[in-house]
């Protein structure tokens, strides 16, 4: 009875906490979202279920930085209608602005890029912004590391990545996020 009891309780809570959705959505939204121009990628998607036909999700989407900011909300918009209509899930996009022409800027996410595939192809980033001073050059973005590294793992690998990018310019300096997934 006690394991029928947690069954019952199990199916009853998992809706009204959230459970996991289908990967199978999770590729439909993603390749959604993408598919529109004006769109270059997204990360950080997030699905929940509250039952059937009750789903919500978030997602950003990567927007280069000079578009025109009504034109992209406007694209945001079609495509949040779009994913209630197509897939019945209530959807929020957040829009991540990322430079597209600064040359300087480029190369830097290039070799960060670079850099990452060498230590582990698993590897890979977002977000990614440059401050540039006189005398240091800030690397802003997230790092999402597979959930395989551990704590120490992360701290190794994070010591080696700033190592290998000070190697290519000794005015870059950090601010990284970890992001496990």
Do not use: C, W
Not at 48 to 76: C, F, L, Q, T, W
Not at 88 to 98: A, Q, R, S
Not at 104 to 131: A, G, P, Y
């Amino acid at each position: 009875y006690k394991r029928q009891g947690i069954s019952i309780a199990k199916e009853t809570l998992e809706p009204l906490i959230g459970e996991a959705a289908d990967p199978e959505l999770y590729k439909k939204i993603s390749e959604m979202v993408e598919a529109y121009d004006g769109i270059l990628g997204t990360h950080d998607l997030i699905v929940h279920n509250y039952g059937p036909n009750k789903s919500m999700a978030s997602i950003h989407a990567e927007v280069p930085r000079d578009a025109d900011i009504e034109e992209s909300h406007e694209i945001i918009d079609r495509i949040e209608r779009e994913a209630a209509r197509e897939l019945g899930i209530f959807l929020v996009i957040h829009m991540d602005p990322i430079e597209v022409r600064d040359e300087e800027v480029l190369k830097s996410k290039q070799e960060l890029e670079e850099v990452l595939q060498s230590i582990d192809e698993r590897l890979n980033m977002h977000d990614f912004r440059m401050v540039k001073g006189k005398r240091q050059i800030n690397l802003i973005f997230d790092l999402v590391v597979p959930f395989d590294y551990d704590k120490k793992g992360q701290e190794e690998l994070l010591d080696k990545v700033i190592r290998m990018m000070q190697e290519k310019d000794r005015r870059y300096q950090f601010v990284i996020t970890v992001d496990q997934g």
